[in-house]
């Protein structure tokens, strides 16, 4: 069965350090891998995603992300975080002609002055 | 940019009554779902809806959940007879087609007393 696992329920760094956020994810064949962002009040926005060909992919807001396919990882990363940056980050999952995603627990992100 | 809303925003219901919540996708897809989380647990799928019928559905809807697409633009979740256990954050989605990315609208947060 396919399952996403965010081990990190809450991470808070300093404006302006380095960020990774860790994903995991367990499914047979290749998966299609998405990271979404929700700030308080807002709904889930398509940060990035990664459906085949190059393994680091670019998003929005300084965001990238590797698959890793040896250790079934996807981790989000941004090199310098903005106070406006502090939100809940979700990594998600579909198989190939998906009809539903399969989502980790989540990741909250506070952002220290 | 195109995005997906939904209504309300807040909803406060008793135990057995019937709910129902709105959402429009983005107007050229055709894919539409509706996903839910309950409170500190992770998003789930609940159903998906194309060609004015279901094409997947998930163990947790159930006789008590029907959707919709009444007209061409909304798309509606129903729960005729609602439980504690209903209470959550739903959220629509849509995407142009199977496979496709899916984008999030804001979400509708059920309490049921």
């Known amino acids: 069965a396919q399952s996403v696992t965010q081990p990190d329920i809450h991470i808070t760094v300093s404006e302006g350090a380095s960020l990774e956020l860790r994903c995991n994810y367990s499914?047979?064949?290749?998966?299609?891998l998405f990271w979404y962002v929700q700030s308080p009040g807002q709904g889930l926005q398509l940060l990035l995603k990664y459906f085949s060909g190059d393994t680091l992919v670019q998003g929005i807001k300084g965001f990238e992300a590797e698959f890793k396919r040896s250790q079934s990882s996807f981790n989000l990363r941004k090199p310098s975080v903005h106070w406006s940056d502090a939100a809940e980050y979700f990594c998600?999952?579909?198989?190939?002609?998906?009809?539903?995603?399969?989502f980790g627990s989540g990741t909250k992100l506070n952002v220290k002055p | 940019e195109p995005e997906v809303t939904q209504t309300p925003s807040h909803q406060v219901t008793q135990m057995g009554q019937e709910v129902i919540l709105r959402c429009v996708p983005i107007s050229n897809h055709l894919y539409f779902y509706w996903y839910r989380q309950i409170l500190g647990q992770k998003v789930e799928f609940l159903v998906s809806?194309?060609?004015?019928?279901?094409?997947?559905k998930s163990e947790i809807f159930d006789d008590q959940f029907s959707v919709e697409r009444p007209d061409g633009s909304n798309f509606t979740l129903k729960i005729r007879s609602t439980k504690l256990e209903d209470s959550a954050m739903y959220f629509c989605a849509s995407s142009e087609g199977r496979g496709e990315t899916q984008y999030f609208g804001p979400g509708t947060r059920l309490l049921v007393l």
């Open positions: 809806f194309y060609n004015n019928e279901i094409s997947e």
């Open positions: 998600a999952v579909g198989a190939y002609n998906f009809n539903k995603f399969y």
């Open positions: 499914y047979g064949a290749t998966p299609y």
